[in-house]
C-alpha cells in the first residue's frame, strides 16, 4: 500500500486548505485513517482520525471545529479541510492507514504512511 499526500502550500492566517491523501494498492475501504503532522523542532502528533465505516471520527482539541475528516473510497482517497487556520498549524502532515480499520490516535497502530505535505501559515 502506498499513500500520497498532497494539498500544502503556503496561506495566510485565517485562510484554508484541503490536504488529499490517495490510496494505491490493498483495500482502502476497510482502513482507518489518520493525519498527524509534525511542527519544526517537535514531535509528531496526532491530528484526526475516520475509521473505516465512518463511523468514527475523532480530532485533536486544537483543531476541533476548524478541520474536517473525511473519505472518498470510491476514490480511494481520505481528506482534510482545513479552515480558519493559524501559525501554529504550521507542520508537515502526514496520512497514514490501519489496517485494522480502526480510528485510533496512536501512531504505532498505524501499517502505512505517506511522504508528507509541508503546510506553512503565516501571520
Known amino acids: 500500500v502506498q499513500l500520497q499526500a498532497s494539498g500544502g502550500g503556503l496561506v495566510q492566517a485565517g485562510g484554508s486548505l484541503r490536504l488529499s491523501c490517495e490510496a494505491s494498492?490493498?483495500?482502502?475501504?476497510?482502513?482507518?485513517m489518520g493525519w498527524f503532522r509534525q511542527a519544526p523542532g517537535k514531535e509528531r502528533e496526532f491530528v484526526s482520525c475516520i475509521r473505516w465505516s465512518d463511523s468514527i471520527i475523532d480530532y485533536t482539541d486544537s483543531v476541533k471545529g476548524r478541520f474536517t475528516i473525511s473519505r472518498d473510497n470510491a476514490k480511494r482517497t481520505v481528506y482534510l479541510q482545513m479552515s480558519r487556520l493559524k501559525p501554529e498549524d504550521t507542520a508537515v502532515y502526514y496520512c497514514?492507514?490501519?489496517?485494522?480499520?480502526?480510528?485510533?490516535?496512536?501512531?504505532?497502530?498505524?501499517?502505512?504512511w505517506g511522504q508528507g505535505t509541508l503546510v506553512t501559515v503565516s501571520s
Open positions: 497514514a492507514a490501519d489496517k485494522a480499520g480502526w480510528c485510533t490516535r496512536t501512531e504505532y497502530e498505524y501499517d502505512y
Open positions: 494498492g490493498g483495500t482502502f475501504s476497510t482502513y482507518g
